[in-house]
């Protein structure tokens, strides 16, 4: 892998802007999937999401600063993506955001690509359950293990607030497994 600099220098170079794309695509498509999967649940919702994303990173490359890192900034990308896309499905559902959440997780069980027991669908319905923040930094901390100075980057929230964030996720979805166990 080149380093990122030049990475970003030749994403923003005219004449190597489409190769530099093509390694862009190749270094990050899986783990922005993956990202993306986790907040909207769905397979299909997933690759349309993706695909917004990265022709909004194409789209947007050169107003790249560098303030950030390049995979800070993509993921940034892919969370607003991700979050736009379930809003405007709740919106033109009439349902509200948390509504959709609960909906698609009934639905995970006929998705083809989800390769979870009955654990995983509880877990997945925990994390549902949860504020849209607690969500994210759950699912990045624990799926993804992003560190918190990413994260920090990423959702422009201060490290501490993450952690705390983090840790109240923790143990609101320990609360629902352990009443879901009992039961």
Do not use: C
């Amino acid at each position: 892998m080149e380093n990122e600099t030049d990475l970003i220098l030749q994403l923003q170079s005219d004449k190597t802007k489409e190769a530099a794309f093509k390694e862009l695509l190749t270094l990050y498509k899986e783990r922005l999937y993956w990202h993306i999967r986790h907040i909207v649940k769905s397979h299909d919702d997933a690759d349309d999401v993706l695909q917004n994303t990265f022709i909004k990173i194409f789209r947007n490359i050169d107003k790249f600063k560098g303030e950030s890192k390049l995979f800070s900034w993509m993921y940034r990308i892919a969370t607003n993506e991700a979050i736009t896309h379930l809003n405007q499905n709740a919106k033109r559902m009439h349902i509200t955001s948390e509504e959709l959440q609960h909906q698609t997780i009934r639905n995970l069980t006929a998705d083809v690509y989800f390769e979870g027991d009955e654990i995983q669908l509880k877990l997945q319905e925990a994390i549902a359950r949860l504020p849209e923040k607690q969500q994210l930094v759950f699912n990045m901390r624990y799926f993804e293990d992003i560190k918190y100075s990413d994260l920090s980057e990423i959702l422009d929230t201060s490290e501490g607030a993450l952690k705390a964030s983090y840790h109240i996720a923790t143990k609101k979805i320990e609360e629902y497994l352990t009443s879901y166990s009992a039961d």
